[in-house]
């Protein structure tokens, strides 16, 4: 069974700290989706979840352009998390640096890129896998 989790439990934090590649999907302009591979850091005492990236890339321009609303997604086996929230880009050096710290945590120190710029999600539902702890919940119950 799958459903909502808690980003403060234990096992949760632990999924999001461990090395594992995400997908980003953000909304084209027609509303189809974009989905692409991303590393993604997470500060659940913020309550965001942070993408470093470069400035002209797709996923940049379409959250520039008003597609707020983004899931990444993450899975590792029969584990998995889906982290949603609403998006903006922010390009000032100190958003940028925390960012890069974060991400030299999780992965690895990023490689040089003038043209960063962090997508800043701000935490609106985590869902993920019972291995997790999710609590279950169906379709009815998640349009309620």
């Given at each position: 069974m799958s459903g909502r989790l808690s980003l403060s439990a234990p096992a949760v934090l632990e999924f999001w700290t461990e090395r594992h590649l995400c997908t980003l999907t953000t909304l084209r302009t027609d509303g189809s989706p974009h989905v692409v591979?991303?590393?993604?850091?997470?500060?659940?005492?913020?309550?965001?979840?942070?993408?470093?990236?470069?400035?002209?890339?797709?996923?940049?321009?379409?959250?520039?352009?008003?597609?707020?609303?983004?899931?990444?997604c993450q899975v590792?086996?029969?584990?998995?998390?889906?982290?949603?929230?609403?998006?903006?880009?922010?390009?000032?050096?100190?958003?940028?640096?925390?960012?890069?710290?974060?991400?030299?945590?999780r992965y690895r120190r990023p490689r040089p890129n003038?043209?960063?710029?962090?997508?800043?999600?701000?935490?609106?539902r985590v869902l993920g896998s019972a291995s997790l702890g999710a609590t279950g919940s169906s379709p009815a119950r998640e349009r309620a």
């Open positions: 591979p991303v590393g993604a850091t997470v500060d659940p005492a913020a309550g965001l979840l942070r993408v470093i990236a470069s400035g002209g890339s797709a996923k940049v321009r379409q959250v520039r352009a008003g597609g707020d609303r983004v899931a990444i590792d086996g029969p584990r998995w998390s889906t982290i949603e929230g609403r998006a903006v880009v922010r390009d000032d050096p100190e958003s940028v640096a925390e960012a890069e710290r974060r991400y030299a945590e003038p043209q960063r710029v962090v997508i800043e999600v701000t935490i609106t």
